[in-house]
């Protein structure tokens, strides 16, 4: 029986939870395989910890890494320049540059990227001499497309376009999510509709592009280890996989770039739950215990007009007698 406590004429009742038989067993048996997992980690002689110590921060994994990392951010800027550019197009009432920015989803989303980049290893195959000039007149400037497209150049491009087409259906789906009464006020004001995107639907869509942009993001740096297929030879995976092949012990070398992915993969998470908050300003907030949702909507928002100093402290300052 719970126990009851009368205080100024109210009666109170401490109730104790009830016992979860189900949620306890289920609790133990993931502890048992959770050890299970730790000690066959820490006790199979196989696994070499001693090489993945030894290599973990080598000038050739931490070479591999760099390059990794470099190739994730710049196939990521392309990606997002593209998907901002083909999100605007397919909402252009040109139906030339809508119908552009559906071939252009279309095709780069319908093809493996494993064979859009083996397509771009054979391009200098493809186009030996690539030139700029005026179609089906005189060319300007010639180059040998092997020189010029470097494997760098190749896995740049093809990770970027095949991003940009997956990047721009999120963007429009967050620029979709801005009401479209706010582009008809701004509209109504005067504004033309480049400063409209810029100042008002943008930073509201931010909202809802940045977490799965952030997903995209991380799938991104593990992408690019298929750029192996070029052959683009310094990015993590390809730098371990040869060096452990080569010293005979290919498990501990791969363990090691899959401790650099995870700790990556870690700070981008980071990187992306700050950029959430920020761009969640006034949308979200902690609940109070014994708060409604709508009533701690309220209060987040609130709270978000008051710290941008854009109101009075008391509103009623100038009518109070």
């Known amino acids: 029986m719970p126990k009851q406590d009368i205080r100024n004429g109210v009666e109170i009742i ?15 048996i993931v502890a048992v395989l959770v050890a299970m997992a730790i000690n066959t980690l820490l006790t199979n002689p196989n696994f070499r ?18 390059y990794t990392i470099l190739l994730t951010i710049v196939a990521m800027i392309l990606g997002t320049v593209l998907a901002v ?9 040109n139906p030339i540059l809508r119908w552009v920015a559906t071939f252009y989803i279309w095709f780069f989303r319908g093809t493996p990227i494993y064979t859009q980049l083996i397509f771009w290893s054979l391009l200098p195959t493809l186009y030996p001499q690539l030139s700029l000039g005026i179609p089906f007149g005189p060319e300007f400037v010639t180059f040998d497309t092997a020189q010029v497209f470097t494997p760098f ?18 963007i429009r789906a967050g620029l979709l999510s801005v009401d479209k009464g706010q582009e008809e006020a701004a ?21 809802v592009i940045v977490p799965p942009i952030g997903n995209e993001t991380i799938s991104m740096l593990k992408t690019t280890s298929l750029v192996a297929a070029i052959p683009f030879t310094l990015e993590l995976t390809f730098v371990a996989r040869t060096k452990g092949q080569a010293l005979f012990v290919p498990i501990p070398l791969l363990i090691a770039a899959a401790l650099w992915y995870l700790a990556i993969t870690s700070l981008l998470m980071v990187i992306q739950y700050f950029i959430e908050q920020h761009y969640g300003r006034g949308f979200t907030s902690d609940r109070p215990e014994g708060t409604t949702g709508t009533s701690s909507h309220k209060t987040g928002r609130q709270s978000a007009i008051n710290s941008s100093h854009t109101t009075k402290n008391d509103p009623f300052i100038e009518v109070t007698p």
């Open 85 to 93: 550019t083909m999100a605007i197009m397919r909402q252009s009432p």
């Open 49 to 66: 910890w001693d090489v993945v110590w030894q290599w973990l921060f080598s000038r050739t994994i931490v070479s591999g890494v760099m």
């Open 187 to 207: 509209t109504a004001l005067g504004m033309h509709r480049g400063l409209i995107l810029r100042r008002i639907i943008l930073p509201q869509a931010m909202r």
């Open 153 to 170: 150049w190749m896995a740049f491009i093809g990770l970027g376009l095949n991003e940009g087409a997956y990047l721009a259906e999120i």
């Open 14 to 28: 401490h109730a104790k939870p009830v016992p979860r038989i189900g949620r306890l067993v289920s609790a133990a």
